[in-house]
């Protein structure tokens, strides 16, 4: 029977940093402990850089940690990483991340042990070790927000793949026919669910049909630029047509993705995390009837909200740290 990994004692914190495509967050706890010291978390500017980023996460550290280094340091990235070598590949939303050696550059300026890779990933170790995921040795995380990738646990382990690439369950296409996505495929799942296109989707449709979706307009002043996937659940949740039929194609497409990821690996269970899966009852309806509905009646799953919410990627990076230590 093995022995429980054995952790070295010290008054220093785990560092753990999210890098998002919108948003910041670094925390710090104690090792063994399931509660922060600290956590911070900032939104990343309109027109942000990987400088600019890097700029702002390195001011939540010192406000974290003034004067201090910690013990280890865990980092989710908003993108595909290279976790062999902490190297980040790059941002499909955030520019100059290209090949940017980030654990080398932490390591570096801490002294410490650094483990960095992709934020699907880190929030599955989340939600595995911490979170809804606890007990399952097998199961998907898929996180819906600015845009959508996933992270496999399997026989207990994360499994990313030949090169690291497992889990992009965004850039499955579920509508051949359906519109253009950044990866330049069609009917991409990013391109149907995720928040920045739920909000372009919604504004389409109130170009296309004026006479509709007034508790949508109302809620944004008249103003396409408010619009975002949020405003279309509220609207949504007030009874608007249009919103509900913009957040059901999403619920639909992520019920195909989800269904179909249940036929080729048989996981236990599906774990779902992000702002998007904040839309409301009905849509949780629609994509577990539609989910059910694609898989095969002899594949067996449940699908959980995330229990850590928006901190399931930063428990995951705690899970990163522990493993680097």
């Not at 027109?47 to 890097?54: G, V, Y």
């Not at 090169?163 to 026919?177: F, K, L, R």
């Not at 629609?286 to 959980?304: G, K, N, Q, S, W």
Request: aromatic content about 6%; proline content about 5%.
């Amino acid at each position: 029977m093995s022995q429980p990994l054995q952790y070295p004692q010290s008054s220093s914190p785990i560092l753990a940093l999210d890098f998002g495509g919108t948003k910041l967050a670094a925390a710090i706890v104690a090792v063994g402990e399931r509660q922060w010291l600290k956590h911070r978390r900032v939104m990343s500017p309109l027109k942000t850089d990987a400088t600019t980023d890097l700029r702002l996460v390195n001011e939540l550290i010192r406000d974290l940690l003034p004067g201090e280094k910690p013990i280890a340091i865990g980092v989710s990235f908003g993108g595909p990483v290279d976790a062999s070598t902490g190297i980040i590949r790059l941002s499909h939303h955030v520019s100059g991340w290209e090949n940017l050696p980030l654990r080398q550059m932490l390591a570096d300026e801490y002294g410490v042990p650094v483990s960095v890779d992709n934020d699907a990933n880190v929030a599955a170790l989340g939600e595995h070790r911490f979170g809804a995921g606890v007990g399952c040795e097998h199961l998907f995380y898929i996180t819906v927000s600015t845009g959508v990738g996933g992270g496999w646990i399997l026989n207990g382990q994360l499994w990313r793949g030949t090169e690291g690439m497992a889990g992009e369950i965004g850039h499955t296409v579920v509508d051949p026919n359906g519109p253009l996505c950044l990866c330049g495929k069609r009917g991409c799942l990013e391109r149907l669910a995720s928040g920045p296109y739920i909000a372009l989707d919604a504004i389409a449709q109130l170009r296309d049909r004026p006479s509709q979706g007034k508790i949508l307009r109302s809620l944004a002043n008249d103003s396409e630029e408010a619009i975002t996937a949020q405003l279309v659940s509220q609207a949504a949740a007030q009874g608007d047509e249009l919103a509900i039929e913009t957040l059901d194609r999403a619920a639909w497409a992520l019920g195909v993705a989800i269904g179909n990821a249940a036929n080729l690996i048989n996981p236990q269970r599906f774990v779902l995390g992000g702002g998007v899966t904040k839309a409301g009852e009905r849509f949780w309806q629609v994509l577990r009837r539609v989910a059910r509905e694609t898989a095969l009646p002899e594949v067996h799953f449940d699908i959980f909200p995330a229990a850590l919410g928006d901190d399931a990627p930063l428990w995951g990076a705690v899970a990163l740290a522990l493993s680097a230590m």
